[in-house]
């Protein structure tokens, strides 16, 4: 029966698996080709809107300049340019949605016919945006505007057309698809059933009728003995007249029996009892049963006594442990026997071995127990039927199941009306009529409704027995199936649910056993690594498909983080042996030798007691959403940088205002003035002198707008031509040109380029840089020691940086370090002093979008840091 149990658990358990199993697999299908209808209704509606951008586009372009004011003009300029940017945009969307996911050749083929077409209304449209007040360009731009309209419109169409079409087929195949899986599942629940269940209900019913057999041969053995102690009680009430011939009836008697006087001495003994109590070479007559016996305790002595006294005792079972171990079930009668009416002459001991009944009674019992405890724990319980007798009887599991008292007495007709009125009571009554006409057993699953109004499923087996072709009994079990019933329809239930969510995909799917061997690869693996299943199941690790780069890097990760070492399968595993799991981006390597960033999932497979005995990797495919993380990366990087861009040309330009007004307003005052007084002027010779003034102002005033339009033109994106430049030529170019104040100041230049020997960039502006920075250490130089100058490059985080620093006077940072590179700034008394200089160099490197800071302290010299 252990046995049996084990099986029938076993057995559940791979039912339900597989049902899971199924599940799993349903699930994971069906999200994918949700996913690919969702993506299908997105393009259609795209390429739908591309229709009526282009009507858009047509309708601005004839609706400006009719009548309207410039303000209502610019407003259709303006939202001609956003409907040109949106078609642009879905244009260039559908095409790579297309190579990427739909890879459509009449798709492609319509797209390249379409092109001509809106290609020229597209050009035709920005010609008018970009010269919109060109009434030649309007008028010719928009008669070829009208005349491919309509064929823009058309293509249009047919590309919308050729998109509803392919999501129609796509529907029609998870239609197809669906059914198909519907098909299989039903398949392998049937074939479950059959090969897994209903085998072990055979087995069940197989049990209960050899039971059955065992309590027939019980109840033969009882009424044997019974007539056998008959027999006794009748041999005992003629051994008063009869004692000799008593004597030689006990002697030869086939039971175990023996004859005592008085003083409890042996008179006769059977064959039977001396071969039950190991006396067969003994001579026991006269001797004493206490004697023959020693180990006879004072109770046996007590009764004994009792019955030499005229009573009677009966013991239908007693245990007797003998010395020597062994235990013996016995039944005892032990009664007087007269030599004449009042006066006893002894005992007569009747003895019966029960130990063989006694063990079979104690299985019996005990298989009982096991039955009925199998019964409560797989809810099946009996019934029968007693057609002769209409009686009905149930076990305690059936009134379970019914949910009545265990004492409770059902006749025929309380018992169909437990069943739903409907298709399970019309179910019941045709198998029962059936049987009991023509004998033909039945198996049905119908739902009854129990004595608390609850509904539940229940599996009605029976069987009926025939006597002369007439049904006298039915027999069978009930089986308490409302849990799996229900597991079931909430399984159908979730599985209509899961449909929308299931089998999405394409997800690789792997499992291995504890050496990563694969034992599974599923379509999905198969679709993104172009391996088969055949070519990796028993043969490979998922170690062929990982960079080995990751792989050893990862490994040295695990390794520092659990303080062992950790390589090879280990790596992706090894979570998972210690109860958790682990989720992560891999890449991984198709069998063509592309790659593809994936999300995988590792866990452990465990058996049903706990132990790991494999292991399973989700995978997904994330390549678009990398794609998109790095896009939109980019894009704030990009952002971030145009936003400082702005930030510093916007401060260029307040600066830029500010010092004009401000440089500009004192000259133009001084010319105002100086002509008012040349027109009072009375002799010439004052004229001259105001003359002479002129000049002077307009030196000035040409000065500071040369330094403007310098400025302006090192803003100007045009003169940014860039090439290959070496430090140490442009250092030695910047000493021939300024060489005679480094031979008046006695400079000293020393320079370091080799961790950064050359540069990217303008030549102009890197000469500007050097000169300026150098000719400013030697101009502000300390008086109290040798000019010293130090030239360094080097690159740190992927960019070159350079720096000059000087022991010259150095500067007040607290004070002067916000407006350090302003024009016009000075700082120090020098006659050649113009505040220009460190102006236009941060002007030219930030032009180069690159930047410039200062280090100083008074007396001890100052550092330029330029990073490019």
């Known amino acids: 029966m252990e046995e049996l149990e084990k099986s029938t658990k076993k057995r559940y358990l791979l039912f339900i698996a597989t049902i899971v199993l199924i599940i799993i697999a349903a699930v994971l299908f069906f999200q994918n080709r949700i996913n690919n209808l969702i993506s299908d209704v997105n393009i259609i509606n795209i390429s739908g809107k591309q229709r009526m951008l282009s009507q858009r586009i047509s309708k601005q372009v004839f609706s400006f300049g009719l009548d309207q004011s410039d303000t209502a003009n610019r407003v259709y300029l303006d939202s001609l340019s956003a409907l040109i940017t949106e078609w642009q945009n879905n244009q260039d969307f559908l095409i790579l949605a297309n190579k990427q996911v739909k890879n459509s050749e009449k798709?492609?083929?319509?797209?390249?016919?379409?092109?001509?077409?809106?290609?020229e209304l597209l050009n035709a449209a920005l010609q008018i945006l970009n010269n919109p007040w060109d009434p030649e360009v309007l008028k010719i731009n928009t008669n070829t505007i009208k005349e491919v309209e309509s064929s823009v419109l058309t293509s249009t169409d047919n590309i919308v057309s050729e998109y509803q079409n392919i999501a129609g087929k796509n529907l029609n195949n998870l239609y197809s698809i669906t059914y198909y899986i519907a098909i299989i599942v039903a398949l392998v629940i049937i074939g479950q059933f059959t090969f897994f269940l209903l085998?072990?209900?055979?087995?069940?019913?197989?049990?209960?009728?050899?039971?059955?057999?065992?309590?027939?041969?019980?109840?033969?053995?009882?009424?044997?003995?019974?007539?056998?102690?008959?027999?006794?009680?009748?041999?005992?009430?003629?051994l008063q007249l009869k004692e000799e011939y008593n004597k030689i009836f006990i002697d030869q008697a086939p039971n175990a029996m023996a004859m005592f006087n008085d003083e409890m001495r042996f008179l006769a003994a059977s064959d039977r009892w001396r071969s039950d109590y190991n006396l067969v070479d003994q001579d026991i007559i006269g001797k004493s049963l206490y004697e023959v016996f020693p180990e006879i305790d004072e109770h046996w002595k007590k009764i004994h006594n009792k019955c030499l006294s005229g009573s009677v005792h009966h013991e239908d079972e007693t245990?007797?442990?003998?010395?020597?171990?062994?235990?013996q079930w016995l039944s005892f009668d032990i009664r007087p026997w007269y030599i004449s009416p009042n006066k006893i002459g002894g005992?007569?001991?009747?003895?019966?071995?029960?130990?063989?009944?006694?063990?079979?009674?104690?299985?019996?019992?005990?298989?009982?127990?096991?039955?009925?405890?199998?019964?409560?724990?797989?809810?099946?319980?009996?019934?029968?039927?007693?057609?002769i007798n209409n009686k009905i009887i149930w076990s305690t599991v059936t009134c379970e199941i019914h949910e009545v008292p265990h004492d409770y007495e059902p006749n025929l007709e309380t018992a169909i009306n437990f069943f739903k009125e409907g298709p399970s009571r019309e179910k019941i009554q045709n198998v029962v009529n059936n049987a009991i006409e023509n004998g033909i057993p039945y198996d049905v699953e119908v739902e009854l409704i129990t004595a608390k109004g609850k509904s539940r499923w229940a599996r009605a087996i029976g069987q009926a027995e025939m006597v002369n072709g007439q049904c006298v009994r039915l027999y069978g079990v009930f089986h308490d199936i409302n849990n799996i019933k229900v597991s079931q329809n909430a399984l159908n239930k979730a599985n209509e649910e899961l449909r929308a969510i299931f089998d999405a995909g394409p997800i690789s799917i792997i499992g291995t056993d504890m050496n990563g061997i694969i034992t599974h690869f599923n379509q999905g693996a198969e679709t993104l690594l172009q391996y088969s299943a055949t070519e990796m199941i028993g043969k490979k690790t998922p170690e062929i498909i990982h960079l080995r780069e990751e792989v050893e890097q990862h490994g040295k990760v695990l390794s520092d983080l659990f303080g062992i070492t950790i390589s090879g399968f280990d790596v992706f595993v090894e979570h998972a042996r210690r109860d958790s799991f682990e989720s992560m981006e891999w890449t991984y390597i198709r069998k063509d030798g592309s790659q593809f960033p994936v999300q995988l999932i590792t866990t452990a497979i465990k058996d049903e007691n706990g132990k790991i005995n494999g292991f399973l990797g989700v995978a997904t495919d994330i390549t678009e959403t990398v794609y998109n993380r790095k896009k939109i990366i980019e894009t704030k990087e990009n952002l971030e940088a145009l936003t400082q861009k702005l930030k510093n040309q916007n401060r260029q330009l307040a600066d830029f205002a500010h010092i004009t007004s401000h440089n500009l307003r004192s000259p133009v005052g001084n010319l105002q003035t100086l002509s008012r007084f040349y027109k009072e002027a009375k002799s010439e010779q004052e004229r001259s002198e105001l003359f002479e003034k002129f000049e002077i102002v307009i030196d000035h005033l040409s000065s500071t707008l040369n330094t403007m339009v310098e400025v302006i033109q090192t803003t100007d994106d045009s003169t940014k031509a860039t090439q290959e430049l070496s430090f140490e030529e442009t250092l030695n170019k910047t000493q021939e040109i300024i060489s005679s104040q480094i031979s008046q100041s006695g400079a000293i230049i020393k320079s370091d380029f080799s961790n950064a020997a050359t540069v990217i960039y303008n030549d102009i502006y890197l000469d500007s840089i050097f000169l300026n920075l150098i000719s400013n250490a030697i101009k502000y130089k300390s008086e109290d020691r040798v000019p010293e100058i130090y030239v360094e490059s080097k690159i740190e985080d992927g960019k070159t940086i350079l720096s000059?620093?000087?022991?010259?006077?150095?500067?007040?940072?607290?004070?002067?370090?916000?407006?350090?590179?302003?024009?016009?700034?000075?700082?120090?008394?020098?006659?050649?002093?113009?505040?220009?200089?460190?102006?236009?160099?941060?002007?030219?490197?930030?032009?180069?979008?690159?930047?410039?800071?200062?280090?100083?302290?008074?007396?001890?010299?100052?550092?330029?840091?330029?990073?490019?």
């Not at 245990?319 to 235990?327: Q, T």
């Not at 006694?358 to 797989?378: P, Y």
């Open 804 to 868: 000059i620093s000087d022991n010259g006077l150095g500067i007040n940072m607290e004070r002067h370090g916000h407006k350090l590179f302003g024009l016009n700034k000075v700082f120090h008394s020098h006659p050649e002093a113009k505040g220009v200089g460190l102006y236009m160099t941060k002007i030219q490197i930030e032009a180069m979008g690159g930047s410039i800071s200062a280090s100083s302290k008074v007396g001890v010299g100052t550092t330029f840091t330029v990073i490019f």
């Open 347 to 387: 005992l007569l001991i009747y003895t019966l071995d029960i130990t063989a009944l006694k063990e079979k009674e104690n299985e019996k019992l005990r298989i009982e127990e096991i039955l009925d405890k199998t019964n409560q724990v797989a809810r099946i319980g009996t019934w029968e039927v007693d057609l």
């Open 199 to 238: 085998p072990l209900i055979k087995k069940l019913r197989k049990k209960s009728q050899s039971l059955h057999l065992a309590n027939e041969e019980l109840a033969n053995s009882n009424r044997a003995i019974q007539e056998k102690m008959e027999q006794v009680k009748t041999l005992q009430a003629d």
């Open 107 to 119: 798709i492609d083929s319509l797209f390249a016919a379409a092109q001509p077409k809106t290609t």
């Open 319 to 327: 245990v007797f442990r003998w010395p020597d171990g062994r235990v």
